[in-house]
């Protein structure tokens, strides 16, 4: 049994999920917003890495809503920093001592493309490296977008109304 130094590097916007050999694995987020995890590792262990939005989550729409409302109608919000696709890393690993891997992530060229480079001081076999594209994510976008113009028309609305009859009298 091996330590390795995992570090994962440039997720924007998403929790990334970890696991070895099929359990999860605790990751230590740092100032800069990546990643850390000092881990146990045997000789072929499997290291996966899933990352997806919360978009694609059975509970989509209350999720944007409450995000909506808690930034202030949208006016706080950071929807650049969310993902637009989902990824999917996956290798088998070979570690020695002192074992150290980095895992980057790629910005998007499209579904298909690459999503991670791995940096490591021993042998590992990729299986699986790709961002996967969801016709789901772009049709949840556009319905959400369409729901928070309906409440902006609606709160301005409002506020025309009311801002006439304490006015008008």
Known sequence: ????????????????????????????????????????VEDGARLRLVCWDTILSPFWLLWEMLF????????????KDKLRRAAEFEAVLHPGENAEATLTFIRSKGEGSVAAELTCNFDAEVEKNEYYGFETVNKRRKIALAIKIAIWVALIASVIVVVANTFGK
């Open 68 to 79: 909506f409302v808690i930034s202030v109608f949208g006016i706080f919000d950071n929807s």
């Open 1 to 40: 049994m091996s330590r390795l130094n995992l570090k994962i590097r440039s997720v924007t916007g998403a929790n990334p999920i970890v696991t070895l050999d099929g359990k999860k694995v605790k990751l230590k987020k740092n100032k800069f917003g990546n990643y850390d995890a000092n881990l146990d």
